[in-house]
């Protein structure tokens, strides 16, 4: 018996999953179905990642299957009006300063997978841009990334620059991506940290009430 | 090889306390352990300790060279951190400063300590347009970094170059790009060093010391004489040694064989 397409997707057989994918469609599947599938193998890709059996070469790989999938069911996809449910809207960036993108972006795509609708300000992010996405999504959780010690201060004084613009009390922040503790925390004035992707997401969904 | 010992860092486990609460006994003892596994310069940094800092790093500085006789690389991008380290900086042999770039202020800030307290350097291969991705890019900013540094009066045999190792969990190719801007940085400036913090390369893989070990000794092929690394992982300090002999540079294999004679080799 063949392997279905979750088990595919999950065991990263890329080209055969695309294969299934594309005679799927051919057979006239609903392409929400294939959505749901890829859902499901990511969130298998996600703990097998946590677990440490699969590795950051993996992840990466599990990323890009997505836009190949994407790629082949968007122009089958009909706005049917039906919205995913998402546990809450988050924006995320590695603050000005620091250019590092690897953890931020095994953050992103944990949280994504997880449920949540992740806007990704990307690195060196100036304070106003971290604002100006605040203020057109209006997130639950700000989360900022960092690895240089030296971007303490820049932590700072965006979670500042976010309570002058009078939108701190909207949202919890998380920080992360370097060696933080409580006391970092404490001196930049997020509300917590998280020392993996895993801890960003059990975060996350505490905060949301998950 | 030029081995920089990197234990002593406040991102490191159990570091941060002990320099908080200004433990001497076990920094002297990490740092002693490093000397004796043969470290050349004993790196020192606290970077986490942010506000703190400087006062830490004076003191870090002081304590460290109480016990060793090698000189000591002092670590950290705050300037104001650097001063106090270095006036509290006693050895004969100059201090190494980790690190300058090519970012315009990072680079007017940090060049008058050099210049001021003559040490040898650590130069990032990065600029303000940030992180180097291809061979080309490191050559570009590495060379304009040198040929400012050696304007500015520091003399090319002090300055330790650090291509910026990055993993090749994220991008395969990485490996042989910075390998090939050590080769064209090294045929181009004979009396630079090259350096670097070699665990990057492995960062999100599995059995990380194995690839480690392995880059260490391609990067050696191709001209870098110096690494900033856990000198008490006897395994890493045998392939230095052994990688020193293999291309070259150690007459009638003497250093080689006073190494295994001493058991301070490992396979």
């Given amino acids: 018996m063949s392997k279905n397409l979750v088990e595919l997707l999950a065991d990263l057989n890329e080209d055969e999953a695309?294969?299934?994918i594309e005679s799927k469609i051919e057979d006239g599947t609903n392409p929400r179905d294939i959505l749901e599938d890829t859902k499901e193998a990511m969130q298998i890709i996600g703990s097998r990642f946590e677990e440490g059996e699969y590795f950051l070469p993996e992840l990466i790989l599990s990323g890009e299957m997505i836009n190949d999938i994407m790629e082949i069911i968007k122009p089958h996809l009909v706005d049917d009006g039906e919205e995913d449910e998402k546990l809450g809207t988050i924006v995320l960036g590695t603050v000005k300063g620091d250019i590092h993108d690897i953890g931020k972006d095994i953050v992103a795509f944990m949280l994504d997978i997880n449920g949540?609708?992740?806007?990704?300000?990307?690195?060196?992010?100036?304070?106003?841009?971290f604002i100006d996405k605040i203020e057109e999504v209006d997130p639950d959780i700000v989360a900022l990334s960092g690895f240089?010690?030296?971007v303490f201060d820049t932590m700072k004084d965006t979670i500042e620059a976010i309570k002058d613009a009078g939108l701190r009390d909207d949202v919890k922040i998380m920080i992360g991506g370097g060696p933080i503790d409580e006391q970092i925390t404490e001196y930049t004035g997020a509300d917590d940290f998280g020392d993996d992707a895993m801890e960003a997401v059990a975060l996350a969904k505490k905060w949301m009430g998950e | 090889?030029?081995?920089?010992?990197?234990?002593?860092n406040t991102s490191r486990d159990g570091v941060e306390p002990a320099v908080k609460e200004r433990d001497k006994e076990f920094i002297q003892n990490l740092a002693k352990k490093q000397e004796e596994a043969g470290?050349?310069?004993?790196?020192?940094?606290?970077?986490t300790l942010i506000q703190e800092e400087p006062e830490a790093l004076e003191w870090l500085v002081e304590t460290v060279q109480e016990v060793v006789g090698v000189p000591l690389c002092i670590d950290s991008p705050n300037p104001e951190a650097l001063k106090q380290g270095l006036e509290a900086y006693h050895h004969d042999t100059p201090a190494i400063i980790n690190s300058i770039t090519a970012e315009s202020e990072r680079y007017e800030e940090v060049l008058p300590l050099l210049q001021e307290y003559d040490t040898s350097v650590v130069a990032l291969a990065m600029d303000d347009s940030g992180m180097p991705k291809t061979a080309e890019d490191r050559i570009n900013v590495a060379t304009r970094l040198i040929e400012d540094l050696m304007s500015d009066g520091i003399a090319e045999e002090n300055i330790y170059v650090d291509p910026l190792v990055q993993p090749i969990g994220t991008d395969v190719k990485m490996g042989v790009e910075i390998l090939d801007a050590i080769d064209v940085?090294?045929?181009?400036?004979?009396?630079?060093?090259?350096?670097?913090?070699?665990?990057?390369i492995s960062h999100g893989l599995p059995m990380r010391k194995l690839l480690n070990q392995t880059y260490l000794v391609l990067a050696m092929s191709r001209g870098m004489d110096s690494a900033i690394l856990d000198p008490l992982d006897?395994?890493?300090?045998?392939?230095?040694?052994?990688?020193?002999?293999?291309?070259g540079n150690d007459k009638y294999c003497a250093n080689y064989i006073k190494a295994a004679k001493s058991n301070k080799l490992t396979t």
């Fill in chain 1, 18 to 20: 695309l294969n299934l």
């Fill in chain 1, 116 to 129: 949540f609708e992740v806007h990704d300000i990307g690195v060196d992010a100036p304070i106003q841009k």
């Fill in chain 1, 148 to 150: 240089l010690t030296t």
């Fill in chain 2, 1 to 8: 090889m030029i081995i920089i010992g990197e234990l002593i």
């Fill in chain 2, 39 to 47: 470290a050349d310069f004993i790196d020192v940094n606290c970077g």
């Fill in chain 2, 185 to 200: 940085i090294t045929d181009k400036y004979e009396e630079i060093h090259i350096t670097c913090g070699l665990s990057n």
């Fill in chain 2, 234 to 247: 006897e395994k890493i300090m045998s392939l230095a040694t052994t990688g020193h002999t293999l291309l």
